[in-house]
């Protein structure tokens, strides 16, 4: 336990010397301005625009922020540290979600707070969010083990990214929600739409049960992808 919360305290000063909270302050004044200054009838409808704010913001904060961590360890050499350190790779994995997914969650609840208010079921709120930030982080660790620059991970990670946001084309009834069921997204979109509207039972253990799969399965796949580049870091001793 020692060794893991010294681990979550030394992810947030990584995190804060690369100015991941800097852009998080930003990103919170400039878009929470931009959307105050939105109509009120375009902000009418929070069921709608907040679950969307949510699962796009999140993204940023968790998956382009894991696969930017992980590829800036592996060029410092970082990664050769902790093949030969305590940390396994579920533990490297899990302080990075807590970490990334307790940012983008304040991060955008910040916005949200400015633009829509405090209105909406917290519960839903917050189980949705958090499977949106291991998803996220666990997809984002398992993409960025494959790459070893920058260059040749914007192309892979566009795409991924892409796929990742095709549930909000129903979500704003521009496609049958009936072939986006089995998208890893969709249940904890339809927890963050519960938070906002009366949901029918059904919908509820969709997202229940779907987060719960989706989350494990995106952790264990990220998790067995950074240990495997760990096994390999310590096979080629180092970078």
């Known amino acids: 336990m020692t060794a893991f919360i010294s681990a979550l305290r030394w992810d947030i000063v990584v995190q804060a010397r690369n100015g991941f909270y800097w852009a998080s302050t930003f990103v919170v004044l400039a878009v929470g ?40 360890e592996r060029d410092e050499g970082t990664l050769t540290a902790l093949a030969v350190s305590p940390v ?18 304040l ?28 998803i996220y982080t666990g997809l984002g660790a398992a993409v960025a083990s494959r790459y070893a620059s920058v260059n040749a991970l914007l192309l892979p990670a566009s795409f991924v990214v892409t796929l990742l946001l095709l549930p909000l ?42 987060s719960v799969a989706w989350s494990t399965v995106a952790f264990l796949w990220g998790r067995n992808r950074v240990g495997c580049l760990m096994r390999d870091t310590r096979a080629g001793g180092g970078r």
């Open 33 to 72: 301005v931009l959307l105050a200054n939105v109509t009120e009838a375009a902000r009418a409808t929070p069921a709608v625009w907040v679950p969307a704010l949510f699962v796009v913001n999140l993204q940023i904060t968790t998956f382009f922020f894991v696969t930017g961590l992980m590829l800036l």
């Open 169 to 210: 084309l129903p979500h704003f009834g521009l496609a049958p929600r009936g072939p986006f069921l089995l998208h890893p997204i969709a249940p904890a979109l339809a927890l963050l739409r519960a938070g906002y509207r009366a949901a029918q039972t059904g919908e509820v253990v969709f997202g229940a049960i779907g």
């Open 88 to 105: 396994s790779p579920g533990g490297y994995l899990a302080t990075r979600t807590i970490t990334l997914t307790t940012l983008g969650a």
């Open 107 to 134: 991060e955008t609840a910040a916005v949200v707070w400015l633009a829509f208010g405090t209105c909406g079921s917290w519960l839903f709120i917050i189980a949705g969010t958090m499977a949106l930030g291991v």
